[in-house]
């Protein structure tokens, strides 16, 4: 069956760095979008980053844009986060999903599987 799961969430102080990834089983990667959503406590699940099925194309949400890079390995059915400079805001639960089509969207209703998601803390 389709399955997601995410990895390398952790607690980090403000300015560190993390790298999360998405593994991918049961489906064709390369036939898909992934993108990475994260939500806070109290708040609304938020579109971070999304990349195209050969990786040509990203998308990045303003608030993660020039710190965070999304990136793919079809090959290892793997989609990376690189998470730099981070920041208190930061701190969710961050989640991967795939996505069917063409167009890169992160409106979460364009995406049809969703892995557990990881935990993020950036705190001092």
């Known amino acids: 069956q389709v399955q997601l799961v995410e990895s390398g969430g952790g607690s980090v102080q403000p300015g560190g760095s993390l790298r999360l990834s998405c593994a991918a089983s049961g489906f064709t990667l390369d036939y898909y979008n992934i993108g990475w959503f994260r939500q806070a406590p109290g708040k609304e699940r938020e579109g971070v980053s999304v990349?195209?099925?050969?990786?040509?194309?990203?998308y990045y949400a303003d608030s993660v844009k020039g710190r965070f890079t999304i990136s793919r390995d079809n090959a290892k059915n793997t989609v990376y986060l690189e998470m730099n400079s981070l920041k208190p805001e930061d701190t969710a639960v961050y989640y991967c999903a795939r996505a069917p089509g063409i167009i890169l969207r992160l409106h979460p209703g364009t995406y049809d599987y969703w892995g557990q998601g990881t935990q993020v803390t950036v705190s001092s």
């Open positions: 990349i195209s099925k050969s990786g040509g194309g990203t």
